[in-house]
């Protein structure tokens, strides 16, 4: 379903230990109350740090969410701060306008967890969530193992009324690597892991809403813990989980990508 021609990628080939190449990641921080929105909007658990994302030497990246129980993340929307995380945005360096779009990820088990890769429409401070958009390439939660989310989030609809669908796997998808991706090109979007196509979206599919994927989007990649989709957290959680990220890469779709550099 794809030419294949590799427009732009992420390896995380830097030394183990470095921070996230910075020419391409910036990072949100907190909890989500200096944008306006505590708890990032759907009640999370996590403040996001300079120091929960890193390269590994292998390769990879980790997102790591950690159990704090000495607050020195110091307080969150709702007291003393329980965990920190990690959330990379490309908004100011890096925006995306079609093509074949893949993350290969390793998530983490565990219910209360809940990492993403997803994007957000270029014109968001502009227009507003959700009037520019969000396609969610890649959502997990721990307390379904079995199941990779993709879905739209538009005017109209949005949150528990956002147009997606789900991929059912034979086995828990934490128990291996997997690529995730879509394939994006005018008036469609594709939703895979790995080869297998799981949903397709159109205009018609949110119809007689606005469809508003034929522009620019930027990327954001995070680990959340607990929230509205995350769930309670189970009590034997681990007290360090990790999303561990391969590779991003940006191919062309039948004729259709682009890739901007700001």
């Known amino acids: ?33 200096d944008y306006g929105i505590p708890g990032w909007g759907n009640n999370e658990l996590q403040v996001y740090t300079n120091a929960n994302a890193f390269t590994n030497g292998s390769n990879q990246l980790e997102l790591e969410a950690r159990s704090v129980t000495d607050g020195s993340e110091g307080d969150a929307y709702y007291g003393p701060a329980s965990w920190s995380s990690a959330r990379l945005v490309t908004k100011h360096t ?34 507003g969530w959700p009037l520019a958009g969000e396609i969610d390439i890649m959502e997990y939660v721990g307390k379904a193992p079995n199941e990779a989310l993709g879905t739209l989030h538009g005017p109209g609809y949005f949150g528990d009324h956002g147009c997606g669908g789900k991929l059912n796997s034979t086995e828990p998808l934490a128990d291996d690597w997997h690529e995730f991706g879509i394939y994006w090109k005018p008036g469609q979007i594709s939703w895979h892991v790995d080869d297998i196509v799981y949903f397709t979206a159109t205009p018609e599919s949110v119809a ?13 990649l995070n ?23 391969d590779y991003i890469r940006v191919f062309s779709h039948e004729g259709h990508g682009e890739v901007f550099h700001l």
Do not use: C
Request: glycine share 10%; aromatic share 12%; net charge negative.
């Open 208 to 220: 007689p809403n606005a469809w508003v994927y034929d522009q620019k989007f930027y990327f954001l």
């Open 94 to 127: 890096l925006q995306v306008q079609y093509g074949h779009i893949v993350i290969r990820a390793k998530v983490p088990a565990g219910v209360g967890l809940w990492p993403a890769f997803w994007m957000l429409g270029a014109r968001m401070d502009e227009q």
């Open 1 to 33: 379903m794809t030419d294949k021609t590799l427009l732009w990628s992420e390896e995380f080939n830097l030394p183990e230990g470095s921070a996230p190449n910075e020419k391409i990641w910036e990072r949100d921080l907190g909890d989500g109350t």
């Open 223 to 245: 680990m959340a813990v607990g929230g509205n989709l995350g769930g309670p957290l189970a009590e034997d959680l681990p007290e360090s989980n990790k999303l561990l990220v």
